[in-house]
């Protein structure tokens, strides 16, 4: 079982720690700040850095935590990161022996278009590609990636535990529950994730078997998402795919 801990950066990013006593990994480290100030205040010695991802909200702290330790950096080897010292894709592992701990890498597109995730004792770091109660927007891939790549990671183990890279899932179920009004889950979802934030804490880790309840981006085939999307669309929608594309537009502008 992974010790996981989230470091909350800028304004709804998170940070995950995975940590022993003496030593730390570091998933999509946006802000280097943060960071130091916890390995001092935790006596650890970090051991590699994880990017999901591109974005500078995921690889800003990259060069500066290297200015401090030099670990190796994984991260994705279709897009371009220069801090990054093992590039990675699909059927590739990640061996982290200070910690015991190993990852598989899963290509997911969508969100960027080399975007990966990491998948290993039952943890899942999915960076932007799917959220509590939501998923990624569009900004370098096509709906159909996205699609399949949440599919990839709906294949997953239910009791998978599911770190996100932000803190969006209130804002998420709130869209969810205008796709899925019925959905009695997803309202007991929202009271317990109210109530986790009404005092300050994370509504993350969750699980993939939460998700594939309540997540209507995974639930693209049920007939009451498929009805509302059909509603939205102004015509009967067939495949989940085209369902799934007119859920991420409609959640744009929502």
């Given amino acids: 079982m992974l010790n996981v801990v989230p470091i909350s950066a800028f304004r709804d990013n998170y940070i995950w720690v995975i940590r022993n006593a003496q ?3 570091v998933v999509d480290p946006g802000d280097a700040t943060p960071v130091l100030d916890y390995l001092r205040r935790e006596r650890l010695q970090l051991a590699a850095i994880l990017n999901t991802h591109h974005h500078a909200d995921h690889v800003g702290g990259n060069a500066e935590l290297l200015a401090h330790c030099s670990v190796p950096v994984f991260g994705p080897s279709r897009e371009n990161i220069a801090t990054v010292t093992r590039p990675l894709s699909e059927g590739d592992t990640v061996d982290l022996p200070e910690l015991t701990a190993r990852f598989a890498v899963l290509d997911v597109p969508g969100h960027t278009a080399g975007h990966i995730a990491y998948y290993g004792a039952n943890s899942l770091f999915c960076g932007d590609t799917l959220f509590g109660c939501g998923c990624g927007r569009l900004f370098e891939g096509s709906a159909a990636q996205l699609y399949a790549s949440l599919q990839k990671l709906a294949k997953l183990p239910d009791g998978t535990a ?4 932000h803190e969006y899932t209130l804002a998420n179920i709130a869209f969810a529950q205008a796709v899925d ?3 009695r889950e997803l309202q007991e979802r929202k009271t317990r994730d109210a109530a ?3 005092r300050g804490l994370p509504t993350l880790p969750s699980t993939l078997a939460l998700e594939m309840a309540t997540n209507p981006f995974l639930r693209c ?3 009451a998402v498929v009805q509302a999307a059909s509603a939205v669309a102004g015509e009967a929608l067939t495949e989940p795919v085209q369902v799934f594309s ?3 537009e409609w959640k744009n502008r929502f």
């Fill in 23 to 25: 030593f730390a990994a």
């Fill in 162 to 165: 599911v770190y996100c890279a």
């Fill in 181 to 183: 009004p019925g959905n």
């Fill in 196 to 198: 986790s934030r009404a």
């Fill in 221 to 223: 085939d049920e007939p």
């Fill in 246 to 248: 007119v859920l991420r």
